[in-house]
């Protein structure tokens, strides 16, 4: 299936420091979401945007629906130990078709 | 709410044998749920979407009669891989939509369930 260009592939960064993300693709999306996987569990959802230009916090985290429907973002503020992980984007193109990114580790380094 | 459930987290099991995993919306109603398999760092591979009531839907390269589709009901789904051989070993996923958040919702994954063929 079609998977979406994410991006980095993998961080490693200093506890404190802020973090971003992108997702892209030549498709337009409906819906924009963000997960976040840990070893051995499933994604969890973290964000969902739906609108274009859409901009949404969670917490540290926030997530931008681009303009153009066809980008996101994720931005991770002041990042700690526990914010390791996978993240995912996924976009949703219509009713059931859902396209996920590459994933970008994390590692915060404390 | 929204909370998908998998079962079993984890299972080991001769090759030859078959294996049934189950994926249940706790708290809400999917007429669809979707079904990954997830290599080693790497990200989510769509198997099927499984339709209540009716035929699963294969992605291409995925072998229907090898890894068995039911949707009996608005919450469950299960995932049976028939015959199991030692490169089935993966992290299989299930996630599901609710059926009142319209057409364009959010996606709940449940814990996963890792299979390994001896």
């Known amino acids: 299936g079609q998977q979406l260009n994410q991006s980095p592939q993998s961080m490693f960064i200093q506890e404190g420091e802020d973090v971003s993300m992108n997702c892209t693709s030549s498709s337009i999306f409906n819906t924009w979401l963000w997960y976040k996987q840990e070893p051995g569990e499933g994604p969890v959802l973290l964000i969902a945007l739906y609108k274009a230009g859409e901009l949404t916090s969670n917490g540290r985290l926030t997530a931008q629906f681009g303009i153009t429907r066809k980008d996101s973002f994720l931005n991770i503020s002041a990042s700690i130990p526990s914010d390791v992980g996978i993240y995912f984007c996924?976009?949703?193109?219509?009713?059931?078709?859902?396209?996920f990114g590459t994933g970008t580790s994390l590692t915060v380094i404390p | 709410g929204a909370v998908v459930s998998q079962h079993p987290s984890r299972v080991i099991c001769k090759s030859g044998t078959s294996v049934k995993i189950e994926c249940r919306s706790l708290d809400f109603q999917a007429t669809t749920m979707f079904w990954y398999r997830q290599f080693p760092k790497k990200s989510l591979m769509l198997m099927a979407t499984s339709n209540e009531g009716s035929k699963a839907t294969y992605e291409q390269g995925v072998e229907k009669d090898k890894f068995l589709i039911n949707h009996a009901s608005l919450t469950l789904s299960t995932l049976t891989v028939t015959s199991a051989h030692p490169e089935d070993s993966s992290f299989y996923i299930c996630?599901?939509?609710?059926?009142?958040?319209?057409?364009?919702?959010?996606?709940?994954f449940g814990e996963g369930s890792r299979l390994t063929v001896l």
């Open positions: 996924a976009g949703q193109l219509t009713g059931n078709q859902f396209y």
């Open positions: 996630s599901a939509r609710p059926l009142a958040g319209g057409p364009y919702g959010e996606l709940f």
